[in-house]
């Protein structure tokens, strides 16, 4: 009985597991950084990245969807707890399962060079491949996955 009982629980347990397909992991820090193709793809955001960047490996980890995602928030760690900042993070739409690249972040305006920080992001899966043809066909999105999930990077450590 107690064995149901354990696998019943485990069942509920993975069932209601939220997905995690989107991979953000600090690498490393890195100046003035130029973005490339080869050998790594190496992304700066629109506004440029100057002077002290933190280097994320982002990626698409699921195994069947495209998916979207951008960040939200950036948290600074301190005494009271993480405290939000705004930051201009990463961000990217049609990345294909096993897709990654790094990410250049600027270091964000008041966070001091000797804080630990982290980003706060936000993603979804895209529609099917099915879905998106017939999106465009109908010229109308009747696909969609507009269930939005949340993930938040590891921790910038100086």
């Known amino acids: 009985m107690s064995l149901l009982v354990v696998l019943g629980f485990k069942a509920i347990q993975a069932s209601t597991r939220l997905p995690n397909d989107l991979s953000v992991v600090f690498v ?3 100046n003035n950084p130029t973005g490339t193709f080869r050998p790594i ?3 700066i955001p629109p506004t440029g990245a100057t002077g002290l960047c933190a280097l994320f490996r982002v990626g698409n ?18 005494e009271r707890g993480w405290e939000p900042f705004q930051v201009s ?7 294909t ?3 990654s690249c790094l990410y250049a972040v600027p270091w964000p305006t008041g966070v001091p060079t ?14 099917s491949r099915w879905g998106k043809a017939i999106n465009l066909k109908l010229r109308r999105e009747l ?8 993930a938040t990077s590891s921790e910038v450590i100086p």
């Open 97 to 99: 399962p096993g897709y």
């Open 143 to 150: 696909f969609h996955d507009s269930k939005y999930y949340h």
């Open 28 to 30: 490393g820090f890195t």
């Open 61 to 78: 980890v699921g195994s069947n969807r495209f998916i979207a995602f951008e960040t939200i928030a950036g948290e600074q760690k301190t």
């Open 41 to 43: 793809r190496v992304i």
């Open 114 to 127: 000797n804080a630990t920080w982290r980003l706060q992001l936000r993603w979804n899966r895209e529609a």
């Open 89 to 95: 993070g990463v961000g990217g739409s049609v990345w």
